[in-house]
């Protein structure tokens, strides 16, 4: 059982976010959501560069659900993702994955959390989680 770095890179038409690498332990699931204002103030879900939290751009709505999808390596040291009942969906090269389904994650794979919308006459923009995928 070894642990797997997940790094996610954004590309070029992604809300914008620091590049990640995230650490992941065998059997112990990441949550891959939006930073939130918590009434705790827990820290961990802020956004950083070595946990799945995304914050919000000035202007731009983030479509991406504060607890949006869960990521983990199991024992055999694969790296699955699966969406957890998001608002605006979980895809992994363009296809959605179904709320509850756990599919494998794969270097050299594009990753999107949410949906991209703009309503110019409401000046209003949402930009989704876009990332290129690198396990190590």
Same mark, same amino acid.
């Given at each position: ?25 065998? +059997?112990?699931? /990441?949550?891959?959501? &939006? ?7 827990? *820290?961990?879900?802020? @956004?950083?560069? %070595? ?37 605006? +969906?979980?895809? /992994?090269?363009?296809? &959605? ?7 494998? *994650?794969?270097?050299? @794979?594009?990753? %999107? ?24």
């Amino acid at each position: 059982m070894a642990a797997k770095t997940l790094a996610l890179t954004p590309t070029e038409s992604s809300l914008n976010f620091r590049p990640k690498e995230v650490h992941l332990e065998p +059997g112990v699931p /990441v949550i891959l959501g &939006r930073q939130g204002i918590y009434a705790s103030k827990d *820290l961990s879900k802020e @956004e950083s560069t %070595r946990n799945g939290y995304f914050s919000t751009a000035i202007g731009v709505l983030n479509p991406v659900s504060k607890q949006h999808a869960s990521v983990w390596v199991d024992t055999k040291g694969k790296v699955f993702i699966q969406d957890l009942n998001s608002s605006n +969906g979980t895809y /992994v090269n363009g296809v &959605r994955l179904a709320s509850g389904q756990a599919r494998q *994650l794969n270097t050299g @794979e594009i990753l %999107r959390l949410g949906i991209s919308l703009r309503i110019e006459h409401a000046n209003i923009e949402m930009t989704p989680v876009i990332a290129a995928v690198n396990i190590r």
